[in-house]
């Protein structure tokens, strides 16, 4: 019993709750700002880079919290 070896890839829930609430927050705001500069964009307010920057964010948190989520 001396010899027992910690998890390999072990992340305890609570900071796997953190990150999936972080991550949901983040791509939320993300994807409504980017929505929002979108329109803007499509109205000539503003250039439409930046919304597309801010949307591929918003795709990106989702993945990472699906695979938060997922193991």
């Known amino acids: ?3 027992l070896q910690k998890r390999g890839n072990y992340t305890p829930r609570r900071v796997r709750e953190q990150r999936a ?25 503003i250039g439409a880079t930046v919304p597309i920057l801010v949307l591929i964010v ?5 993945f990472l919290f699906r695979r938060v989520v997922a193991g």
């Open 1 to 3: 019993m001396a010899d």
């Open 21 to 45: 609430y972080r991550l949901a927050v983040g791509g939320g705001v993300a994807g409504v700002v980017g929505v929002v500069g979108l329109v803007l964009a499509a109205v000539g307010v």
């Open 58 to 62: 918003a795709a990106i948190c989702v």
